[in-house]
């Protein structure tokens, strides 16, 4: 069965930092982009980070960049966000979602929540 | 970088009704990298319609989407119990953005 599950959300102080995981099972995940998808509490889908199947091209909404930093580890089948500076605005459910048999996020995980809060 | 707008931002209508969501891009969509996604409260999305008019594996066909350019349309022909969800458009042929709309809440009247 093809799998995503994401890991390691949590509550965070403004300024923290936190590392979400992805583990991917089900498919050869090295041949695979990945992306990042949050959505805040009561709002819609944000689209994060893509990262290429090999890691050599990323990209990144202008909300995160500078300050998250996407990278995968195809030997471990992993998925990971290094998230610094955290603020309240980034309160959300991490997805992290793939394009197995289409060019559109067909596989998604079941999302961990990251909550920035004092 | 290309924006959304999904309209209405509800639609209220009963089963066994026709429902038609719009989906309008501020610049021309390339190749029609167009999706629609289906989402219940508490789950993740679900891919419904690539390409801007493929369905996906195990969607009913009921949905279906068209469009190119600027205008998109997903329309669920007779509405289930099942589909009141909220349904959001996606483009992803302008990298680095994988924009989303807002989404249209489609809810029983």
């Known amino acids: 069965e093809v799998q995503l599950v994401e890991s390691g959300g949590g509550l965070v102080q403004p300024g923290g930092s936190l590392r979400l995981s992805c583990a991917a099972s089900?498919?050869?995940?090295?041949?695979?982009?990945m992306n990042w998808v949050r959505q805040a509490p009561g709002k819609g889908l944000e689209w994060v980070s893509y990262?290429?199947?090999?890691?050599?091209?990323?990209y990144y909404a202008d909300s995160v960049k500078g300050r998250f930093t996407i990278s995968r580890d195809n030997a471990k089948n992993s998925l990971y966000l290094q998230m610094n500076s955290l603020r309240a605005e980034d309160t959300a459910v991490y997805y992290c979602?793939?394009?197995?048999?289409?060019?559109?996020?067909?596989?998604w995980g079941q999302g961990t929540m990251v909550t920035v809060s004092s | 970088e290309i924006v959304l707008t999904q309209s209405p931002g509800t639609l209220s209508l009963s089963p066994g009704e026709r429902a038609t969501l719009s989906c309008r891009a501020s610049?021309?969509?390339?190749?029609?990298?167009l999706a629609w996604y289906q989402q219940k409260p508490g789950q993740a999305p679900r891919l419904l319609i690539y390409g801007a008019s493929s369905r996906a594996t195990g969607i009913p066909d009921r949905f279906s989407g068209s469009g190119s350019g600027t205008d998109f349309t997903l329309t669920i022909s007779r509405l289930e119990p099942e589909d009141f969800a909220v349904y959001y458009c996606?483009?992803?042929?302008?990298?680095?953005?994988?924009?989303f709309g807002q989404g249209t809440k489609l809810e029983i009247k």
């Open positions: 979602a793939t394009t197995v048999r289409y060019d559109a996020f067909d596989i």
């Open positions: 089900g498919f050869t995940f090295s041949s695979y982009e």
């Open positions: 996606q483009q992803y042929g302008s990298s680095p953005e994988y924009t």
């Open positions: 990262i290429s199947s090999s890691g050599s091209t990323i």
């Open positions: 610049q021309s969509v390339s190749s029609s990298y």
